[in-house]
């Protein structure tokens, strides 16, 4: 069970508890992985940050962490978060020369992109023959989430690597343990993505249609969450789809839930799951992206609505 105040336990950097913690690396400091790797560090973790981008590298250093372009910086790492964009990026940080060479044999390698069950299973075997644990763990929660080590972590995969690791993870946010199987954590991140993406559509098209319709949208966004038609993606994005677009703060990339939907798409064929409302939030998604908002916040979907 976590423990109640994971704060507490980690509080001091130079207490006596600090000598015991895991070494950790974590590759890819964007959005998520960069609160992910700045809680760690205030949590007293020595960690080291790698990432291609060298304003992201530089951030990380400002900010008082080990970091570098470098891959080989995290040899010798107890434990390696993997916050990749992709599955291939991960079947490639495996096939890295600093995985290859034994510099991290023993190692825990913590897979928390959203990056389908099958990558991870793949990723899992090659990870054993290298003598590394893998530990399957998609997240949910969003940068806030990140930022305030509120994260839901999904986690599969042997016990072994999840105990060695649950230091880590329970600075992240709330371990929920649900299967040994690596794939079975991302598994279940794709039917928390089929219904997030399909809310967050609906959410989209409510607020055109309330515009439409000529209602004020503060008071659509202040209502509606109140009764039977709430979900938590309309509390949330309604409000920042009600603003005008150059007014929207970016907090999740919209393409983020086109690639999630495209994963979700392929499982749902894959298993023959008859899933039309996948289908037509995948339709949406992918007109969002084809109208150039996908480096903006995903409650730009909105604009797919508004523009019909």
């Known amino acids: 069970?976590?423990?109640?105040?994971?704060?507490?336990?980690?509080?001091?950097?130079?207490?006596?508890?600090?000598?015991?913690?895991?070494?950790?690396?974590?590759?890819?400091?964007?959005?998520?992985?960069m609160p992910i790797a700045l809680r760690l560090h205030n949590h007293g973790f020595d960690i080291c940050a790698v990432d291609i981008s060298t304003a992201r590298i530089e951030q990380c250093r400002e900010a008082g962490l080990s970091a570098s372009t470098d891959l080989g910086a995290i040899a010798g790492r107890d434990v390696v978060i993997a916050m990749v964009a992709?599955?291939?990026?991960?079947?490639?940080?495996?096939?890295?020369?600093?995985?290859?060479?034994g510099r991290l044999e023993g190692a825990v390698l913590i897979a928390m992109s959203t990056v389908g069950p099958d990558v991870v299973r793949d990723a899992a075997v090659s990870?054993?023959?290298?003598?590394?644990?893998?530990?399957?763990?998609?997240?949910?929660?969003g940068v806030i989430g990140a930022t305030d080590g509120t994260l839901t972590l999904i986690v599969s995969g042997d016990q072994g690597a999840v105990d060695s690791a649950r230091p880590v993870l329970d600075v992240a946010g709330a371990v929920r343990?649900?299967?040994?199987?690596?794939?079975?954590?991302?598994?279940?991140?794709?039917?928390?993505q089929m219904l997030a993406g399909i809310h967050l559509v609906a959410a989209g098209e409510a607020i055109a249609f309330a515009e439409r319709l000529g209602l004020d949208l503060d008071v659509v966004t202040d209502l509606l969450p109140t009764g039977a038609a709430a979900s938590w993606m309309f509390a949330d994005r309604g409000p920042r789809m009600a603003l005008p677009t150059e007014q929207r703060p970016t907090q999740t990339h919209l393409s983020v839930f086109v690639k999630d939907s495209?994963?979700?798409?392929?499982?749902?064929?894959?298993?023959?799951?008859?899933?039309?409302?996948?289908?037509?939030?995948?339709d949406a998604l992918t007109r969002a992206a084809e109208l150039g908002l996908g480096d903006g916040d995903d409650s730009g979907i909105v604009e797919v609505f508004r523009t019909y």
Do not use: H
Not at 264 to 271: F, K, L
């Open 1 to 33: 069970m976590k423990e109640a105040d994971p704060d507490a336990r980690f509080a001091s950097p130079t207490g006596a508890n600090s000598r015991a913690l895991p070494s950790v690396a974590l590759v890819g400091v964007g959005a998520m992985g």
């Open 86 to 101: 992709t599955g291939t990026q991960l079947l490639d940080l495996l096939a890295a020369p600093v995985f290859t060479d």
């Open 127 to 141: 990870a054993s023959q290298l003598g590394i644990g893998l530990i399957d763990c998609p997240v949910t929660g």
């Open 177 to 192: 343990v649900v299967g040994s199987r690596p794939g079975d954590g991302q598994s279940l991140k794709l039917v928390n």
């Open 262 to 282: 495209g994963l979700v798409s392929a499982a749902a064929a894959a298993s023959g799951a008859y899933a039309p409302l996948t289908a037509a939030a995948r």
